[in-house]
């Protein structure tokens, strides 16, 4: 007798692995890694993978430290400072990666994360690429803009007030798509083309401000920002999920427990049911850090 039908469409880390084996993870390579756990009240800070160190910039800034540095995070007040990555950072890349942990305030519209280009002489955008947690109509979106062709990837979910949230950024230009992920969930729809990164004259890398001058500065803190080239599979987004960040790992160890549980309670009979699978490894644990992935499949990988 039927009683119902699981449909794992969310799944957690254990079952990314025990469907796929080990996660590939030379799909993508980290060229850089910003963890702001420079010292405190110092302007600069350190890329631990590269050689592309950071700065801060409180030029124009109401606070003189809008944009500071608190021994393990990034702090930025939204009074008009901003972080300066060195030029040419995205438009050497093929496909690029962006993966980042922040906490945010409450923002107004058309702040940015990060922005990679230049601008128009009256200070609009002329090539990028950004990321916005908080758009009008409370959308986040991802832009890139060149003269070859524009696109963009959004959903009607903004991350105002949301602390300790995990995205990846996937731009692939040579498949003609970008999205991104909150947490595991694979949660924006694309619109446009992608044009090649080379068309971004990136020399500008900005942490917390847009690439148009009349735009907001963020109000929120960063935890940990990398960029990768090439495309970050889902395996390995789920595994950065579930460990976090400050740490890496390329492998979580072998399976020590796993949990299946439903959403829906109880199940109907005949009815469709969205299951959850995790589990614990031995280099991470999805329970004691009350971790629960959720992964959407995507066509394109």
Known sequence: MKLFKLTPINIGLAAILLAGGAPAVSAQTLLHRYSFNDAAGGTTFT???????????????????????????????????YAVLPSGLISGNTQVTLEFWA???????????????????TGGENTGLDYCPYAGGNYQNLNIQTA???????????????????????????????????????????????????????????IGRSLVNVDPT????????????????VSTVAINDASGPNSILSN????????LSSPVNPLVVNGTAQEALTGDFSSVNSRSEEHTSELQSHHDL
């Open 47 to 81: 890329d631990s993978v590269g050689t592309a160190t950071g700065t801060l910039n409180n030029a124009t800034a109401v606070n003189p430290d809008s944009a500071s540095l608190d021994g393990s995070q990034l702090q930025l007040d939204g009074t008009g400072g």
């Open 103 to 121: 906490s945010f305030g409450s923002n107004p519209t058309w702040t940015r994360v990060f922005a990679f280009g230049d601008q128009t002489d």
């Open 148 to 206: 070859a062709g524009s696109g963009y990837a959004n959903n009607n979910a903004g991350l105002n007030n949301e602390t300790n949230v995990h995205v990846t950024v996937v731009v692939d230009p040579t498949h003609n798509t970008m999205y991104y992920y909150n947490g595991t969930t694979l949660i924006s729809s694309f619109n446009g083309t992608v044009p090649p990164l080379s068309g971004i004259n990136d020399v500008y890398g900005l």
């Open 218 to 233: 963020l109000t929120g803190s960063i935890d940990e920002l990398r960029i990768y080239s090439g495309v970050t599979p």
């Open 252 to 259: 979580p160890g072998t399976v020590e427990a796993l949990y």
